[in-house]
C-alpha cells in the first residue's frame, strides 16, 4: 500500500488542533538542525554543539492521532529542556575555565609569586596560556565535560600554591589569637589563686608559640609552612584542659579549707 500522506488538520472527530507549541521554557535560545526524512522522521540536533550529544529523533513528525501528537510534542519539549541544560552547562563551565586562567595568571604576578618555585611558576604560566589560547581558537565549542577536565588539570596545580598563600596569611594572626587567650588564662589563674599549678603549662605553652614565630618567619614561602592551625588548635586543645584541672583543683582546695574552718565535716 502507498505510504500515508499529510495527516489532515480535521480528523474523524472534527478537532482542529494541530501538534500544541512547545512550552517556553524561558532559558537559552538554542540553534537547532532540523532534518526530515522520507519516512517522516524529525531529527533535531544543536548547532555549535560537538560530537552525537543531544542529538535526538522525533518520528513520526506527522502523527495521525490527538494523545500521539500530545506525546510527540512532549518528547519534543523534553528533549530541548534537556538541549538547553547542556549547553548553559557548557557555556558556565567555559567561564569557569577561562575565569580561573586569568585569575591565577594575573595571581602568579601579584599575590602569589612568593608561594611558588620559579620552575614551578613557568611550567603553570605556560599551561595557563595555553589553554586561554585553545579557549578562543578550538576550544570556543566544545562539550561540558572537556572544560571541567581542563579545568580540574589547572587547579591541579594551582591550588597548591593557594593553600600556602592562605596558610602563610592566616597563621600570624593564629599565633597572635593563642598569645592573647594564653594571657587570659594566666589573669584566670591569679584570680583563682592557681598560679603555682598552671604557671608552668603557660610558660611551655608561650615558648613554643615563640619558637613558631621564628619558624613562620624562616620558612620559604614557597614550601609548605613548619606548622598548620590544625597544630595550634590541638596544642591549645591540651593547655585549656591542663588549665581547667588546676582552677578547679584550686577551687576545691578552697572550698575544704572553707569547711574545716567552719567545722564541717570533710
Not at 230 to 250: F, H, N
Amino acid at each position: 500500500p502507498p505510504p500515508p500522506g499529510p495527516a489532515s488538520p480535521t480528523d474523524a472527530a472534527g478537532d482542529t488542533d494541530m501538534v500544541p507549541p512547545v512550552a517556553d521554557a524561558g532559558t537559552l535560545p538554542l540553534d537547532l538542525k532540523l532534518t526530515l526524512d522520507a519516512h517522516g522522521m524529525l531529527n533535531v540536533k544543536p548547532k555549535g554543539l560537538k560530537g552525537a550529544v543531544g542529538a535526538c529523533t522525533v518520528a513520526p513528525v506527522l502523527a495521525t492521532g490527538r494523545d500521539e501528537r500530545l506525546n510527540r510534542a512532549k518528547e519534543m519539549e523534553s528533549h530541548l529542556a534537556n538541549l538547553d541544560r547542556m549547553v548553559r552547562l557548557a557555556s558556565e563551565s567555559k567561564n569557569a575555565l577561562e575565569s580561573y586562567a586569568i585569575a591565577m595568571g594575573r595571581g602568579l604576578g601579584t599575590d602569589f609569586r612568593e608561594y611558588v618555585t620559579e620552575a614551578d611558576r613557568e611550567a603553570f604560566q605556560s599551561a595557563l596560556a595555553e589553554t586561554e589560547a585553545w579557549l578562543y581558537e578550538d576550544g570556543e565549542d566544545e562539550e561540558y565535560e572537556t572544560y571541567v577536565t581542563k579545568l580540574e588539570a589547572l587547579q591541579a596545580l594551582g591550588a597548591p600554591i593557594k593553600e600556602r598563600y592562605d596558610a602563610y596569611t592566616e597563621l600570624p594572626q593564629k599565633l597572635h589569637e593563642v598569645t592573647e587567650t594564653l594571657m587570659d588564662m594566666q589573669t584566670q589563674l591569679a584570680k583563682e589563686d592557681a598560679e603555682d599549678a598552671g604557671q608552668a603549662v603557660i610558660a611551655g605553652a608561650i615558648t613554643w608559640v615563640g619558637q613558631c614565630e621564628l619558624a613562620l618567619l624562616q620558612a620559604p614561602k614557597s614550601a609548605p609552612p613548619p606548622f598548620t592551625c590544625a597544630d595550634l588548635a590541638g596544642r591549645m586543645a591540651v593547655v585549656t584542659q591542663e588549665i581547667t584541672r588546676a582552677i578547679q583543683a584550686s577551687q576545691s582546695a578552697k572550698a575544704a579549707a572553707a569547711r574545716a574552718q567552719a567545722g564541717e565535716p570533710e
